[in-house]
Every structure is written in structure tokens, then in C-alpha cells.
């Protein structure tokens, strides 16, 4: 089992910039991917970026690349998200997850095992 707990989220005016954390506990990540999803009202759940632990490579949703960064640390078991130029339009509830590295795709919410109970980003226009 993967425990998953977010934090960083708030209101924010459009311009400006948010740091998620989502700290990880349970089990060595290594043979992990980390992700970040998002969900907005009446919208499905969306796929933002994701980071293979064990290697560092990082993956990105088109409407982020150039705006948002996802990173990890080891030494905290903690992966981040860093969003800058925040618009409207990312406003959601934001999801950490963590799932196996060999599965299915890494694009797709239903291949990641693992999810934090999500918090609320708003940004305002």
C-alpha cells in the first residue's frame, strides 16, 4: 500500500503561481510513477504531468507544458508540482496518485493504483 497526502492548494489570481506537495508513505517508490490529475466540476478526471521515480523522466498534459513542473525529492518521499502563469481555466481539484512503472498508460487516471484525497486549486480572473 502507497499512503498519498497533498497539500498546497488555495486561491490564486490568474498570473500567479501555486506548489503542490504530495507526500508518499508505504512502500519504496523506486519502481514507481507519480502523477498529478486534475478534476473540475462536471469535467471528467484529467490527466496534468507524471515523474517515473526511479529515473526522473517527466511527462506533461499539452494545456501545462511550459507552465507547470513536476519534481521529486528522495530524501522526502515527496513529489511536487509547481504551476506558474496560472490561468482560470486550472482551477480543479488536484490529485496526487502513484502507480506501478510497467502497466498500462501513464496518461490514463484508471492505470494508477494509489490516490490522496485531492485539494482544491482556484484561480481567479
Known amino acids: 500500500q502507497v499512503q498519498l497526502v497533498e497539500s498546497g492548494g488555495g486561491l490564486v489570481q490568474a498570473g500567479g503561481s501555486l506548489r503542490l506537495s504530495c507526500a508518499a508513505s508505504?512502500?519504496?517508490?523506486?519502481?514507481?510513477?507519480m502523477g498529478w490529475f486534475r478534476q473540475a466540476p462536471g469535467k471528467e478526471r484529467e490527466f496534468v504531468a507524471t515523474i517515473s521515480w526511479g529515473v526522473g523522466s517527466t511527462y506533461y498534459a499539452d494545456s501545462v507544458k511550459g507552465r507547470f513542473t513536476i519534481s521529486r525529492d528522495n530524501a522526502k518521499n515527496t513529489v511536487y508540482l509547481q504551476m506558474n502563469s496560472l490561468k482560470p481555466e486550472d482551477t480543479a481539484v488536484y490529485y496526487c496518485a502513484a502507480r506501478r512503472t510497467f502497466g498500462g498508460s501513464i496518461y490514463s487516471a484508471t492505470q494508477y493504483d494509489y490516490w490522496g484525497q485531492g485539494t482544491q486549486v482556484t484561480v481567479s480572473s
Open positions: 508505504g512502500r519504496t517508490l523506486s519502481n514507481y510513477f
